[in-house]
């Protein structure tokens, strides 16, 4: 258990999630630590293609701390797909298209049914953005403020098919064939989110020097309970990584047949209200409609 002390706790389907903000008239909260069981092996979206994510076992994380490597199993491969071809005669690979993702159709259809009524009430759709986030040539890290990736992750300019590296070098931030945004209940956090869940003085500075700034161990998002931490947007560095934050608490990309930690995020209403609690992890908000 973690309290940062920021009171921002608040009790969602019976467990504890924290407030990521709010943003126009919907209250943006993640789940406090990652999914560890439920998730089947693979899941097979009922749209019927051939979209699929699986649990990793390779021990990624086992760095001698064995307990880390017991979270490692635990992490899921965020994209992994297959889609047949126009003609019937093959499957392409989709790399990192959070709309075709297994997981997607997973957090939106079976994780949404363990949902209780009375919460799936209070969620409502939103806009994601999924526009790459620049990668630094020579660090391999987020490049940019939080307000620079938060701009990042609206990109909307589509790549050339040539293009299969270093996006942002070709003035472009969509791999070809991505959508720029997905409408939706349940989702992950930006970049953006967890460079300003960060403490203000880090906000002008950039967020691939966070860890030599002290950015991880001064953010709440920052977990040493979680691990590695999966995030929505995908990496201009190539079309088959997206972003995470690792085990230190770096913001850099993974490659998506890899695993990393899963905190689902949604949106709640406006009408949603506090009927008691202080905010505090030993008094989370409790919310009602």
Known sequence: VQDSGLRNYVKFNDEMW???????DKIKIVKDMPLTTGIPEKYTPTDGLKYEFGIIYDGRYDDGDTSLYEKAKYKY??????KEDEDGQGYQYMPNDWTHAGLQYWLNEAYYKTIKPEYQNMMVDETYYLGNVTIDNSTYMVKGTAKDVYGQERG???CDQSVTQWSQNHSCNLWKGNQATWLGKISLLYPSDYGYASDNSNWNKDMGEYMINGGSLNNWLFNTNAGATWLLSPSSYD???AMYWDDIGDVSYINVNNGAALRPVVNLKSSVVVTEGDGSYNSPFVISE
């Open 239 to 241: 079309p088959d990584d």
């Open 18 to 24: 924290r407030i990521v903000g709010v943003f126009g």
């Open 156 to 158: 909307n300019v589509e």
């Open 77 to 82: 491969t965020m994209y992994n797909g297959l």
